[in-house]
């Protein structure tokens, strides 16, 4: 029989959040933790995620829910209500292990434990060759991963699907099927079907074939890791990236230091990020844009700002404000506009205008598609955008930062930036004044 023991070594008192969707893997896991409760003092935690796709889903949640409470285990639940990602299982998956990471806080639990076993690792390792990753993707996943304050462990890896499924039968471990997971519409479900039974029937303990090349993987994974290291401090500025001083690094080296960058956004075995994606963010790199940016899965974003690269999460991009001016006005780039009596400042910081010459009252906005402004002293007219470019403003401050026009429309100055025609001398009659700071 198999014994969870034997994969794991247990302390007395742990707290431990298992990840549990009722189907043989989870409920042999949550069965053999069961069955070794008492002898080490166990607190179990059970988390389980109605992915809300299936009618079937509320009954196995309820189902679970009642498990639990004949067992006197905690039970925490939550139900999927929305779905934007093209992409179902990653999305889906992002939102279990935050979900899962929320419990484990909550019960200040020192373990995070998930029922994925020697298949799953099969099918990953196999995934991941296909669609292309680093040396440290191609070994699939780790069973254990030290987080910030917990640590997530798979102690089922050693162990196929068929020997769970043995051991529930054994054990009269009541669980659910997903039908889905039959299906061929989703990629680890053919490699399930039609890979791993070729492989099986070649060498029947092949999971541990691959348990240890991913293993031999990891490994060398730690030893290049530490030259990634010593790269990120020539690199890194502020957590973002000097394009001039990532060019001179390896390329080796440069992609390792794109695929740390994203795993902040990824976790671990999340089949997301390929040599697609990478080969995108060489390009940004090496364009000769200095503004630009890449669409990554999960609303994440690579930008390149001049000589600075870095990876974000797209956030809700700030829709365009126009106001009209009186006093005073606060701006959502952490600035203001003010009027002031008197100022011997004569920088772009300020701005003299006199009221006959314009049409009040003035506007505060956004910039607009086309705008145009009489630079002084240039005898014409200059686009913003040029004007952006050559200030080297980048592609998100350009989208917030303040215009100064009158009621007809006509740019009277860009605050920090350029003065118009319509900025007067100190010599000159002027009755408005304007600080930006």
């Known amino acids: ?24 893997d989870s409920m042999a896991l949550v069965d053999m933790l069961l069955k070794i409760r008492d002898k080490y003092q166990l607190s179990i935690i059970i988390a389980h995620v109605n992915h809300n ?56 639990a020192n373990y995070l434990m998930t029922a994925h076993h020697g298949d799953d690792l099969i099918e990953t390792v196999l995934m991941r060759i296909v669609r292309g990753s680093n040396l440290s993707g191609y070994a699939g996943f780790r069973d254990v991963i030290e987080m910030d304050d917990y640590t997530i462990v798979r102690p089922l890896i050693s162990w196929t699907k068929k020997e ?56 060398a994974s730690k030893f290049i890791i530490k030259s990634r290291n010593k790269a990120l401090n020539r690199v890194l500025e502020n ?28 976790q671990d075995d999340l089949i997301l990020v390929n040599d697609k994606h990478i ?7 090496k364009s000769p844009k200095a503004n630009s940016y890449v669409n990554l899965p999960n609303e994440v974003l690579a930008k390149k700002d001049y000589n600075y690269f870095e990876i974000v999460r797209e956030t809700e991009v700030i829709t365009g404000y126009e106001i009209e001016f009186d006093n005073y006005v606060t701006l959502p780039n952490d600035h203001s506009i003010e009027k002031i009596e008197k100022t011997e400042d004569n920088s772009n910081n300020i701005c003299r205008l006199n009221s006959e010459d314009i049409t009040l009252p003035l506007i505060v906005r956004t910039r607009k598609i086309g705008d145009k402004i009489q630079v002084k002293g240039l005898g014409g007219t200059k686009k913003l955008k040029d004007i ?26 860009i605050p920090g930036l350029k003065k118009s025609i319509f900025d007067k001398k100190k010599t000159e009659r002027y009755d408005i004044i304007l600080k930006y700071k």
């Open 279 to 285: 080969d995108l963010m060489m390009k940004l790199i």
């Open 388 to 413: 952006f470019i050559d200030k080297k403003i980048s592609l998100a401050n350009r989208d917030i930062w303040p215009i100064v026009s009158d009621s007809t429309g006509k740019i009277v100055w």
């Open 53 to 108: 796709v299936r009618k079937e889903s509320f009954e196995e949640a309820k189902f679970l829910e009642e498990y639990c409470a004949k067992n006197n285990l905690i039970f925490e639940t939550m139900i999927i209500e929305n779905y934007g990602d093209d992409n179902f299982h990653n999305e889906a998956r992002f939102i279990r292990y935050n979900f899962f990471e929320n419990i484990v806080h909550k019960y200040e």
């Open 239 to 266: 957590d973002k990236v000097l394009i001039d001083k990532f060019l001179l690094e390896d390329d080796y080296l440069q992609k390792e230091i794109l695929y740390y960058l994203l795993n902040d956004f990824y």
């Open 1 to 24: 029989m198999l014994k969870i023991e034997d994969a794991f070594s247990f302390n007395n008192h742990d707290k431990i959040v298992v990840g549990c969707s009722t189907g043989p």
């Open 164 to 219: 769970l499924e043995e051991y529930d039968q054994e054990n009269k471990v009541k669980f659910y099927v997903d039908e889905s997971n039959t299906k061929d519409t989703y990629t680890r479900n053919r490699y399930r079907k039609y890979v791993l039974p070729f492989l099986k029937e070649e060498e029947p303990d092949v999971h541990l074939k691959f348990l240890k090349f991913s293993k031999s993987l990891d490994e």
